[in-house]
């Protein structure tokens, strides 16, 4: 089946500093990306649609200058958290649309949990 | 905009019990997931429900969707203690140029011995 993977899947930074987080479709071509925030006890939120080739698609109140979203070819998608604050301290998780099932199938990466000290 | 809205969110069930989990949504989709969350980790996928009526079962696990009522439920039977998790009903649907996955706040559920 199809596998998303992410990398790291723990990062502690000090306030202030760039993080970036990778998202790699490992056995098929993913044209289409997300990038998914989740804080304790809470649900999965879509941050942002990153499109091959293009620029990324964001939610409403997630800022673009502050998560930076690179989709430079079908298999790999970054996200750089600059700046980073502990307030971004969460778990992020990637996904990615399987074209080769019709789109209908969104495998997930591992997640990666980023603690701002 | 789409909104997700499960029920139970929290459960809490005696082992051998049945309960059923119940997902409504408010736009037109055909397209429902369920996934499992266990802590700390990421999502395990359950079940792709794609159409109107489609029932989907695996071990003591059914899933159905219901277009019209805009309803589809997880339904546990005779828990065990495995089945312990977070588990996310999320509606897929076309919000812009793109299908993108809303979720549900997620119902924890806890199968007591």
């Known amino acids: 089946g199809a596998v998303v993977s992410q990398h790291p899947s723990r990062v502690i930074c000090k306030s202030g500093t760039s993080v970036k987080i990778e998202c790699r479709s490992l056995?098929?071509?993913?044209?289409?990306m997300f990038w998914y925030r989740q804080f304790p006890k809470q649900s999965l939120m879509l941050m942002a649609t990153?499109?091959?080739?293009?620029?990324?698609?964001?939610e409403q109140g997630v800022e673009k200058d502050k998560f930076l979203i690179n989709h430079a070819s079908l298999t790999l998608s970054t996200l750089t958290v600059t700046s980073a604050h502990p307030e971004d301290s969460s778990f992020y998780i990637c996904?990615?649309?399987?074209?080769?099932?019709?789109?209908?199938?969104?495998?997930f990466g591992a997640g990666s949990r980023l603690t701002v000290l | 905009e789409l909104k997700v809205e499960q029920n139970p969110l929290f459960l809490s069930m005696q082992e051998g019990k049945n309960y059923t989990i119940y997902c409504n949504y408010s736009?037109?989709?055909?397209?429902l997931y369920w996934y499992r969350q266990d802590p700390g980790k990421s999502l395990e996928s359950l079940f792709v429900?794609?159409?109107?009526?489609a029932v989907k079962q695996e071990g003591r696990l059914m899933a159905s969707l219901d277009t019209k009522a805009r309803l589809s439920t997880l339904h546990i039977t005779a828990a065990v203690h495995d089945l312990s998790a977070t588990y996310f009903c999320?509606?897929?649907?076309?919000?812009?140029?793109?299908?993108?996955?809303?979720f549900g706040k997620g119902t924890l559920l806890t199968v007591n011995p």
């Open positions: 429900l794609l159409s109107n009526g």
């Open positions: 736009t037109t989709s055909d397209r």
């Open positions: 999320a509606v897929d649907w076309r919000g812009g140029s793109n299908y993108k996955l809303t």
């Open positions: 056995d098929f071509q993913a044209t289409t």
């Open positions: 990153s499109n091959e080739g293009s620029k990324a698609t964001y």
């Open positions: 996904s990615a649309r399987d074209l080769r099932s019709g789109a209908n199938v969104l495998t």
